[in-house]
């Protein structure tokens, strides 16, 4: 199994604590953020991890190495100052993620998810399965609605993108790279009816911006 995690964001409105280093290096709890994901992806049984980056991304290189200290092969992906977006990064690391689905998890959330619960199979008419959470305060109007686990656009019952799904290529293969965002893609599977999602009560936090992260490490000490 491989996965990708996503860090090449600038991390604006974050800072000032993203000035000088990449919002995935921020600490939790005394660890980065990156730290955690490529701890439970090592225990869910991944062997290879791809890591895009753009905003200082010779610390990501130089705190994560070749990965050894977590059991896994990494593999980086750069990009140009500012980053290709979200699916524009997965498209240019293709290449690095083979032919099998693979997970992506967005660098910048928390949770304590067990990694071994996710999702490893796609049924063929399916592009991806995403997991959906409860609606945080700063996104109340969600993204997506579940019915009868697939995702649709339109919907009461309207949840959150949680950061963390199993892709297959060919999602975003057919599209060449460049800097491009991955809600159209989404959607464009939603209206085939290949996207389905599994919805999660547990915690997560999207941490993007300092009162996030200093709530998260609040709750986290208790």
């Known amino acids: 199994m491989r996965a990708m995690i996503l860090a090449a964001g600038r991390g604006n409105r974050m800072r000032p604590l993203t000035d000088n ?22 225990a869910a049984g991944v062997n290879e991890v791809v890591i895009n980056h753009a ?42 993620l083979g032919d099998d689905p693979f997970w992506v998890i967005n660098g910048d959330i928390w949770t304590d998810w067990n990694y071994q619960d996710l999702p490893t199979h796609l049924e063929d ?29 339109k919907g009461s019952e309207r949840k959150t993108f949680s950061g963390i799904g199993l892709y297959r290529k060919e999602l975003l293969a057919p599209f060449p790279p460049g800097k491009q965002a991955l809600k159209a893609f989404f959607d464009a599977a939603i209206e085939q009816k290949q996207l389905v999602g599994t919805c999660w009560n547990g915690l997560w936090t999207d941490v993007g911006t300092p009162e996030r992260l200093h709530q998260l490490n609040q709750q986290l000490e208790k």
């Open 21 to 42: 280093q990449p919002k995935p290096l921020l600490p939790v709890a005394g660890k980065p953020l990156l730290a955690y994901h490529l701890e439970k992806l090592a």
């Open 55 to 96: 905003w200082h991304g010779e610390k990501i290189e130089n705190f994560v190495g070749d990965g050894s200290q977590w059991g896994l092969q990494i593999s980086l992906s750069a990009e140009p100052e500012g980053g290709l977006e979200t699916a524009g990064g997965i498209i240019k690391a293709l290449p690095l």
């Open 125 to 153: 008419e399916q592009l991806a399965h995403l997991i959906m959470v409860d609606n945080p305060v700063h996104h109340s109007e969600g993204d997506f609605g579940v019915e009868n686990g697939r995702l649709i656009s």
